[in-house]
């Protein structure tokens, strides 16, 4: 069994009057992807935008064996981990170079060296080949399928051990969606740790090795990835026939 | 008007227009980054003249007692706001606090040791500088996610505190200070004097300067990403916190040169920033508080017809030049796009 390094216990995240999120656990292991599926409005990115301390919320969650609650982002980016949002957030008017150097912001204000952020960069360059034929392009102008990739690419600058990615295949074609889930299933080898949030449940649950049900702010099921695949109740409401 | 007259006016309205350049500048960035409307910009620029002329005239500069108010209340807002977190409230006055509380005793160091014109004048702008961080950390980190409007109010609050602070530790007594040189040119029957060319050559640098700042250097990126992307910004772990900071202190850093460039021009009274933080404030509106080098276009277009206009109509002046505001705000209202406000 390996290390958990993400523990959410008992996680509570409300708008207002309404509880978007109520009482949700899970973990995710060292080196491992966790996948959180479920229809739209369940609370999927609420879910990563309070463990990212992005909105406040009460309940536990602990990062590497610390409590990290309340939490700022920046503090938890410091830490080792990293967001892809769904909207990418990307610094539209700015090139793809300076939008992946920010992705090196924290390890260049840790006191990494410059030479280290341009290694992290071939590697990033290694994954997504494309990124570098667009180094000076504004990223406001790159393609949904290259925004991604940037936004992914972006994140992995920080070297984090913990990556959050909230609906990668959101607008993107199946191709370069399974293209996206590759490559992070080969970070996986590397020993990056994952919290893949997902629409496209077969996707994710093929990508992941173990897989929560969100519905309606709360977690209705759990299980190995691949035993959720054969689930009738998952097979009934997520993947359909084949 | 003859042509002597047209070149003597013209090089006024640069001179003013260039000092009006680096307010906008800073107005400019205050906003992109922060969406604070910097009313306060035009205190720093008194500040700056009135601890100058405070050396050159053998006083204590009020800076002194200024600088200590401000780092005394930005230490007691960090204190109180991490007091169960003894490390990270260490870091946050470091940050705020701590340079304002150093530059206050920088300046009474080089008033004791009596110390020359190139230290008084280091002192003056690192006091200044020093106060940036600490206003931000006082009036807008507290509120740095409320609406536009509230931000504003809070801005013509503090411009009203600095005004009474700066009336408290300054006096109500106008200064000057001396010109950098006193050398002149003449070029036909046209004459420049040296300080004007100084204000052109000094403006022209620092706007270069910040160019390669924004585009080449990390903390700039970071403030361009902070102000293209909030969100953005905080996912590849830049703080809002250290985002403001850091603007403010560039910001009070643009203030305490353009009060370098200005004191030797105009007497300079604790509450003339105002009027001249306005007059960039114009230029930066022409510029619609995002563009750089419209706002500082636009500020250089303020200084001309403040000169030109003082020339024909003098008493309407300010009128004038306040009222170029209006054909600029109806003109963008016809060409912006209206989004709501996050």
């Known amino acids: 069994m390996s290390e958990v390094l993400l523990e959410v216990s008992d996680l509570h995240v409300a708008y207002g009057q309404v509880e978007a999120v109520r009482g949700v656990s899970l973990a995710v292991p060292s080196g491992k992807i966790a996948t959180v599926i479920g229809p739209n409005g369940a609370g999927k990115t609420t879910l990563l935008s309070a463990v990212m301390g992005l909105l406040p919320a009460s309940g536990r969650v602990r990062f590497a064996g610390e409590n990290i609650t309340g939490r700022d982002t920046e503090a938890l980016v410091r830490m080792g981990m990293s967001l892809v949002p769904e909207k990418r957030e990307l610094f539209a008017d700015m090139t793809v170079l300076e939008n992946l150097e920010l992705g090196g912001f924290s390890r260049r204000r840790a006191g990494e060296s410059r030479a280290a952020l341009s290694n992290t960069m071939e590697e990033v360059f290694a994954l997504f080949p494309r990124l570098k034929e667009r180094l000076p392009q504004l990223a406001g102008t790159l393609s949904g399928g290259e925004r991604q990739m940037l936004a992914v690419g972006r994140a992995l600058i920080g070297k984090p051990r913990l990556l959050l990615l909230d609906e990668p295949s959101l607008g993107l074609a199946p191709l370069i969606t399974r293209d996206i889930l590759a490559t992070i299933s080969r970070l996986r080898a590397t020993g990056l740790s994952v919290l893949l949030v997902e629409q496209n449940a077969r996707a994710a649950l093929q990508t992941a090795d173990y897989g929560y049900v969100l519905e309606t702010g709360e977690l209705s099921l759990e299980g190995p990835a691949d035993d959720l695949l054969h689930d009738e109740r998952v097979i009934a409401t997520y993947l359909g026939k084949r | ?342």
């Open chain 2, 1 to 342: 008007m003859d042509v002597s007259i047209a070149a003597l006016l013209t090089q006024d309205g640069l001179t003013n227009g260039a000092i009006y350049c680096l307010i906008a500048l800073a107005l400019v960035l205050v906003f992109a980054v922060t969406r604070v409307i910097f009313v306060p910009q035009g205190e720093f620029v008194a500040f700056t003249v009135l601890t100058l002329a405070a050396f050159e005239q053998k006083q204590l500069p009020g800076t002194v007692w200024l600088s200590l108010a401000l780092g005394v209340a930005a230490a007691s807002a960090d204190i109180v706001a991490h007091r169960r977190e003894p490390g990270r409230m260490l870091r946050a006055i470091a940050g705020s606090a701590v340079p304002c509380l150093l530059s206050a005793l920088l300046v009474w160091g080089v008033f004791a040791t009596g110390a020359g014109w190139a230290f008084q004048v280091i002192a003056t702008v690192v006091a200044v500088m020093a106060m940036g961080p600490a206003v931000y950390r006082v009036a807008f980190q507290p509120i740095a996610t409320a609406p536009v409007l509230t931000l504003l109010i809070v801005s013509v609050a503090v411009h009203f505190v600095l005004t009474g602070l700066g009336l408290l530790f300054f006096g109500a007594e106008g200064a000057r200070i001396s010109p950098f040189t006193t050398v002149s040119f003449t070029f036909g029957s046209i004459n420049v004097s040296g300080q004007s060319l100084l204000v052109y050559a000094f403006t022209a640098g620092l706007v270069i300067a910040m160019a390669v700042f924004f585009k080449v250097t990390l903390f700039g990126k970071a403030l361009r990403a902070t102000a293209a992307n909030r969100t953005g910004a905080r996912l590849v772990g830049v703080s809002p916190n250290f985002a403001g900071r850091l603007c403010f202190t560039l910001a009070a850093a643009i203030g305490a040169a353009s009060g370098l460039l200005i004191g030797p021009i105009t007497t300079v009274y604790y509450d003339s920033g105002f009027l001249v933080g306005l007059k960039g404030f114009v230029g930066a509106i022409v510029g619609g508080l995002a563009s750089y080098p419209i706002a500082a276009a636009g500020a250089i277009f303020v200084g001309l017809v403040e000169a030109f206009s003082s020339f024909w109509a003098s008493a309407y002046k300010e009128v004038i030049v306040f009222t170029l505001i209006l054909p600029v705000l109806l003109w963008r209202s016809f060409n912006t796009t209206h989004h709501e406000e996050e």
